[in-house]
């Protein structure tokens, strides 16, 4: 049975980044994932590079954690929308929070598109 899109999400935020579970990452990820960020041009990335965009970052933090603060599933049963909080420290000690939204498209079970409007340090207020 396949997942549903918001089922996909939270694992991929969840259980990938927050558990470094790397092989749950290959399953949830699609041949091909375009991200679009505000003001630049959408780009492709495959799925070893979507994985290891995850181990790269997971290589200069010490901790890492995404906490959805709103997870909204669309009717289409195809995009979820996120508000997060991510606490980290750095391999240097210095410790900082971001806060984002995303919204991922989600396929027969895997994450092929992303929207994200850029991140700010700080917390939601």
Request: proline share 1%.
């Amino acid at each position: 049975m396949t997942r549903s899109a918001r089922e996909v999400v939270e694992l991929y935020n969840l259980v990938v980044w927050n558990q470094r579970d790397f092989a749950l990452a290959e399953e949830l990820l699609g041949d091909t994932i375009i991200r679009h960020e505000v003001g630049e041009a959408a780009h492709t990335l495959t799925r070893a590079q979507a994985v290891r965009r995850i181990v790269d970052m997971w290589e200069i933090t010490e901790t890492i954690r995404f906490d959805l603060n709103l997870v909204v599933a669309g009717d289409d049963g195809e995009h979820v929308a996120i508000v997060y909080e991510s606490p980290m420290e750095l391999k240097d000690g210095t410790q900082t929070t971001i806060g984002s939204m995303e919204v991922f498209r989600v396929v027969d079970g895997r994450i092929v598109e992303v929207w994200n409007c850029g991140y700010k340090q700080g917390v939601w207020a």
